[in-house]
């Protein structure tokens, strides 16, 4: 059984015990975005030329999340790369239900329901397998500590996602270099064995948020002034 990049993000972004998303989601609704790209190049059905996104390929997948984004990009009229993930980071809420919904469904996930406070209902998500989770993490810790070789394109995108989505520790515990991982993704990258796919998705997730902490400072700095 094998997870998709989308599944190994969001594995990561759970926390395993309690269920619960240990990152911003607005950072994490763009790193899924930025999957999002990634999985329709993989699979064809999209290419990234000068920045922008062309359909090459709108016929029904056996996802629905995936048909989903082709609906929304097809409806695009702007369909710049930055614009298309800040587009499709909209649809997250959708995406992360039904990524978690697949997850259960392979018996990784299960739902577990709460309320905060005795009144405010809560739904969280704890591990129940974590034996491709740990599979996905131990080769990233191979790629940054021991210089192996990234595998597969998933893997650089994954360790961009830990940095962009400060989820780092979730892999690398306490021991964690930011630097470092920095460092290895620059190495990776310049690679030839990498693939142009990832590269541009790298590109438009970092683009997408660096404009989206612009605007939340814009926005501080704005009502701090008032």
């Known amino acids: 059984m094998e997870l998709s990049i989308l599944e190994k993000i969001t594995l990561i972004a759970l926390d395993d015990d309690t269920g619960k998303w240990v990152t911003d989601s607005m950072r994490l609704n763009y790193a899924l975005a930025g999957g999002v790209l990634l999985q329709l190049t993989q699979k064809k059905k999209i290419e990234l030329v000068d920045n922008k996104v062309n359909i090459l390929d709108n016929s029904p997948t056996d996802n629905f999340l995936m048909n989903d984004a082709i609906k929304l990009i097809e409806g695009i009229t702007n369909k710049k790369a930055v614009n298309v993930v800040y587009k499709l980071a909209r649809l997250t809420r959708k995406l992360k239900d039904g990524i978690v919904m697949d997850l259960m469904a392979k018996g990784i996930l299960e739902e577990q329901e709460g309320k905060v406070m005795w009144l405010f209902p809560t739904t969280h998500y704890p591990m129940v397998d974590s034996t491709l989770e740990n599979r996905v993490k131990a080769e990233l810790i191979d790629i940054v500590d021991n210089n192996h070789p990234a595998q597969n394109?998933?893997?650089?995108?994954?360790?961009?996602?830990?940095?962009?989505?400060?989820?780092?520790?979730?892999?690398?515990?306490?021991?964690?270099?930011?630097?470092?991982?920095?460092?290895?993704?620059?190495?990776?990258?310049?690679?030839?064995?990498?693939?142009?796919?990832?590269?541009?998705?790298?590109?438009?997730?970092?683009?997408?948020?660096?404009?989206?902490?612009?605007?939340?400072?814009?926005?501080?700095?704005?009502?701090?002034?008032?």
């Open 153 to 226: 394109e998933d893997n650089l995108f994954l360790l961009s996602v830990l940095l962009n989505c400060n989820l780092e520790k979730e892999v690398f515990g306490n021991k964690a270099n930011k630097k470092k991982i920095a460092k290895r993704i620059e190495e990776l990258t310049a690679e030839s064995s990498v693939g142009g796919a990832t590269n541009q998705a790298l590109i438009q997730m970092q683009s997408a948020m660096t404009m989206l902490m612009i605007s939340t400072a814009t926005i501080s700095a704005t009502s701090t002034g008032r």
